[in-house]
């Protein structure tokens, strides 16, 4: 590593840092939650390390405990992860001459906060003529240093919730904390009118259908602003800013 991209690492670290406090409070209630759940230590270990995806990770865990079969846990990760997709799409086109191993390694390790601080720092992809000329790599360093950050602060929160679950007395309103953190994930995602339209329409359609068995309500949400964000994104006149 050059000095030059020692420096993009460091500062894509610090760029992330500023979020600490969000990040390890949301790996903290998670751990809570696996440690809480039907998981053995290990198991909750295993899925905090390799899973790595708080909002996926607390879909499955009432199902895993339901007894469900593998098929519904693993439809319901995805449509939970769709936005993974998007993130990844959006990646691509400045990473695309990468190798695989690397534009895999870079997709798994992106999360909310990584994808929308590089999206903004670097908004316009490279040419491919750019691309070739590109000897540092730069941004790729930078936004492998939020992601170390990212995950670092992501683990310790969350293996710190499973090591200490029973310490934790349920008054201290773990469960809102939880949902303020996720909504600081959210909210400063909502840049763009079909963001905003899609994040109206889930809200509504999850309350509206909350009483439907195995959390199915969550998958219809997902749907339907998965449909409205792409149908106000295209749209020509006044959604988009």
Known sequence: MTPEQRQAFNEGAREMSRSAVTILTWGLVTGI?????????YEALAMSLFVYAGVSQLAALPLIA??????????TSFMVNLRFVIFSLGLQ???????AWRRILLGYCTADFSYLFFMRRYPTPPTMAEQRKNKTHLPMYWLMGMQFTNWALWQIGSITGILFANQIPN?????????IALVAII????DRASARWAAVTAAAVAVMTYGMPFRLNILL??????????KTDRSPKGLVP
Not at 33 to 41: F, G, N, Q, V
Not at 66 to 75: C, D, E, F, R
Not at 171 to 179: K, R, T, V
Not at 221 to 230: D, E, S
């Open 171 to 179: 008054s201290w309103g773990l469960e809102f904390a939880g949902a």
């Open 33 to 41: 939650a696996m440690a809480k759940s039907t998981l053995t230590l």
């Open 187 to 190: 909210v400063p995602m909502l």
């Open 221 to 230: 949400a997902i749907v339907a602003a998965i449909l409205v964000g792409m």
């Open 66 to 75: 339901a007894g469900l079969p593998v098929w519904i846990i693993l439809v």
């Open 93 to 99: 086109a400045h990473f695309a001459y990468l190798p």
